[in-house]
């Protein structure tokens, strides 16, 4: 069935550092794919999407590219902020697939220091 | 619009007690989900609904756990009786898949058996 599957965390950073995410799915035809966010003590929101092969999604300085061949969807950012210490979901959606739901990754959880 | 409202924020409630987690979608969205988040299993999608109709109840943990939709703007998850294992963070959330768009979630409720 379709799956994601992203780095574990938790990942540490300076502020200003450069940040990757890894993401990679598996699925049956051609899903969207999601990048979301989560502050301490909110629900998820979106950060950014990508509904097509070569699709760039970005937002907020955040960046992440909908890449077939490897079925990959890494999330980057050139600089983080503290204010980026939240905890990342990577998700797709096979609208028309076995089932028309939101698979998420497990979420990484991403602490930028001062 | 207001996004998905979810009710109440917080429930604390003694085990072998009926509880009952209230979601109100985003008007016009035709799919709702509910979720639950804790820090053993990460997120986990626990039925979802269709124009109202449950479509995948397979992540509902056990007969303790029901959900209803009676119409569009309203939906429930109650649980029966409780167990301090049902702690944790419910999210509910609306979308349209079908036009490949992401689900969006409410801030939760968070839940503790005691």
């Known amino acids: 069935g379709d799956s994601v599957t992203q780095m574990e965390g938790p990942v540490t950073l300076s502020e200003e550092a450069f940040l990757t995410i890894n993401c990679t799915y598996t699925?049956?035809?051609?899903?969207?794919l999601f990048w979301y966010v989560q502050y301490p003590g909110e629900g998820l929101q979106l950060l950014l999407k990508?509904?097509?092969?070569?699709d760039k999604g970005s937002n907020k300085g955040f960046e992440a590219t909908y890449r077939k061949e490897t079925t990959s969807f890494h999330l980057e950012k050139g600089s983080v902020q503290v204010s980026d210490s939240a905890v990342y979901f990577c998700?797709?959606?096979?609208?028309?697939?076995?089932?028309?739901?939101?698979?998420f990754g497990t979420g990484t959880l991403l602490a930028v220091q001062p | 619009d207001a996004g998905v409202i979810q009710s109440p924020r917080h429930e604390v409630t003694e085990m072998g007690q009926e509880v009952t987690l209230r979601c109100k979608p985003i008007?016009?969205?035709?799919?709702l989900f509910w979720y639950r988040q804790t820090m053993m299993r990460g997120l986990e999608l626990l039925i979802y609904?269709?124009?109202?109709?449950?479509?995948?109840d397979s992540g509902m943990p056990e007969d303790r756990f029901s959900a209803k939709m009676p119409n569009a703007s309203f939906s429930t998850l109650k649980i029966q009786p409780s167990e301090p294992r049902d702690s944790a963070v419910y999210f509910c959330?609306?979308?349209?898949?079908?036009?490949?768009?992401?689900?969006?979630f409410g801030q939760g409720t968070r839940l503790t058996v005691v």
């Open positions: 990508a509904t097509k092969a070569d």
């Open positions: 609904f269709n124009n109202n109709v449950p479509i995948d």
């Open positions: 959330a609306s979308g349209r898949p079908e036009v490949g768009t992401e689900a969006f």
């Open positions: 998700a797709l959606l096979n609208y028309g697939g076995a089932t028309n739901k939101l698979i």
């Open positions: 008007s016009g969205h035709d799919y």
């Open positions: 699925a049956t035809g051609y899903p969207s």
